[in-house]
């Protein structure tokens, strides 16, 4: 009898702890967790820059919720996604942060949340920092800067190569990180012709304290000095560091990268500049020279002596 009556009371509580709300459709930009959402009034400030999809991958992966941010009236409401029919391309909603989509799915309510179980999901548009990101794409942009000797440096001097410019710092715990990947890189295409500069937002005044940087994480490329927030948004980063630009042989941006970079999208970007470069030239040794590369294994390099 006892057993009866708790399962009887369990039915009849079970609908207000979790309500179907039926079929939805809804529209509106992904977020990764409410407190993120309210660092800002959204209606004058927009979410999805570089910053905030560089600490949504901690909001996300940390196991925050991943929120809808649906204008309704004057303002946002919430909606916490759930996959139902809609299967994650990853291990969670990461890769969608900050783009603007259309969903499709049953409502439910559990305790103060509202939860969309997602069945169908459509990108309407790409998030702030990839439309500014995609603004500079094509776009030649001038850059100078004093190296560790205090000389001044330009990317202007560097056309007919093709560049990968990395703005960094010492206080940069990811940028550390990065450090092997972009040494691998210099050391594998430097031959032909692709130059890794390391720009960083360390002050000229310390120059002792970035040259210790480079001797500890072994360095072989170039290393600027005074880079800024400025100089970042120019080429379509925000002030969050790292940033990485690649730049064709022609001074012109090809691709624009936020976070930390991954060693072998990179060499894909740049194998497919050189493969495009080596079409037109036509010459034998070059493709041979790149399908070495190409087929060389990820290392770290050392800085040379």
């Known amino acids: 009898m006892k057993r009866l009556l708790v399962g009887l009371l369990l039915c009849l509580t079970a609908p207000l702890l979790v309500a179907a709300q039926g079929a939805v459709k809804l529209e509106g930009q992904i977020v990764c967790c409410a407190e993120c959402w309210a660092e800002a009034d959204r209606n ?42 809609f299967r994650l391309p990853g291990k969670n909603w990461l890769e969608f942060v900050g783009k603007r989509v259309a969903v499709t799915g049953t409502m439910q309510t559990k305790k103060d949340a509202k939860i969309i179980r997602v069945d169908t999901l459509e990108v309407l548009a790409p998030s702030l920092a990839e439309r500014e990101a995609a603004s500079v794409v094509g776009k030649g942009i ?41 040494a691998a890189i210099q050391n594998d295409y430097a031959a032909l012709g692709v ?14 304290k970035v040259l210790q940087f480079v001797k500890e994480t072994k360095i072989n490329f170039p290393v600027w000095l ?36 991954n060693q072998a999208d990179l060499k894909k970007q740049i194998e497919s500049m050189l493969a495009s470069t080596v079409m037109t030239g036509n010459s034998s040794k070059e493709r041979g020279e790149v399908a070495s590369a190409k087929n060389r294994p990820a290392e770290v390099s050392s800085v040379p002596s």
Not at 49 to 58: D, F, H, I, M, V
């Open 142 to 182: 001038d850059f100078k800067l004093r190296d560790l000797s205090g000389v001044e440096q330009s990317l202007s001097s560097l056309k007919g190569r093709i560049v990968i410019l990395n703005f960094w710092a010492t206080y940069c715990i990811p940028c550390r990180k990065e450090m092997p990947d972009l």
């Open 44 to 85: 004058k400030v927009e979410y999805g820059t570089a910053e905030n999809l560089l600490k949504a991958k901690s909001c996300v992966e940390g196991g925050d919720p991943t929120l809808l941010a649906v204008r309704e009236g004057d303002k946002f409401n919430l909606y916490q996604l759930a996959t139902a029919k």
């Open 195 to 208: 130059q890794v500069i390391g720009a960083s937002a360390d002050d000229v005044a310390d120059s002792t």
């Open 226 to 261: 005074g880079a800024t927030t400025a100089d970042m948004m120019r080429f379509g980063l925000d002030s969050a560091l790292p940033g990485t630009v690649v730049i064709g042989k022609d001074g012109r941006i090809a691709k624009v990268i936020s976070g930390v970079v």
